[in-house]
């Protein structure tokens, strides 16, 4: 019975064509993503260590930082000369601290180039927002120079009072010149009888 049982989930296992089915859990779902794999390097925030290589580069480029650096390498030879030879930990040629300066200086060189460079991508987004600024600044100062000369022409087409004035006093003239050529008549008396 327990023979019959698997041969009948193999059947129902093959299709029409007679081959055996690949089992749902084994596809690929194309419509969904992948999940996420395992790294073998640890995960970070890459702006939250931006952000340290700035501090850091920050504190390196302070004449703090120069003090605290001129005391120790002073602090490391004077001891390192003049303590009993028991406790000296570096002899004269002083090979560790020379060690210690080229771990310090390998370090900081990449932390200063990635904090210049996450200053260039600021200074580009900067830039390109001036940029349109500046371009929105242009546009806007065109437009109201068309405005002005707009109202400059409409202006010219208005009557003004002093020109108003001037075609009064032209008019007023032009009347006292025609009643001097054409004195009024005085009225006949036969007009006054027909009233």
Do not use: C
């Not at 605290?68 to 002899?91: G, H, K, Q, S, Y």
């Not at 002083?94 to 210049?116: D, G, K, N, R, V």
């Amino acid at each position: 019975m327990g023979t019959d049982r698997g041969a009948e989930a193999r059947e129902r296992g093959r299709g029409a064509t007679g081959a055996s089915a690949l089992p749902r859990a084994s596809r690929v779902r194309l419509d969904q993503p992948r999940p996420a794999r395992k790294r073998l390097l640890p995960e970070y925030d890459p702006e939250a260590f931006g952000r340290f290589s700035e501090r850091i580069a920050r504190f390196l480029g302070t004449g703090r930082f120069l003090v605290w650096m001129t005391l120790t390498i002073t602090l490391w030879v004077v001891w390192n000369i003049f303590a009993p030879p028991a406790l000296r930990w570096d002899e004269y040629p002083f090979i560790f601290l020379t060690l210690m300066l080229s771990l310090q200086a390998s370090y900081a060189a990449p932390l200063i180039l990635l904090a210049q460079n996450r200053q260039d991508d600021r200074d580009r987004v900067t830039h390109e927002q001036d940029r349109k600024q500046n371009e929105r600044s242009i546009a806007d100062t065109e437009y109201l120079t068309r405005e002005i000369a707009a109202l400059r022409m409409g202006l010219g087409e208005v009557a003004t009072r002093d020109w108003i004035r001037s075609e009064f006093a032209d008019l007023v003239k032009e009347l006292e010149e025609r009643r001097s050529l054409f004195p009024p008549e005085a009225p006949s008396e036969s007009d006054e009888s027909d009233r």
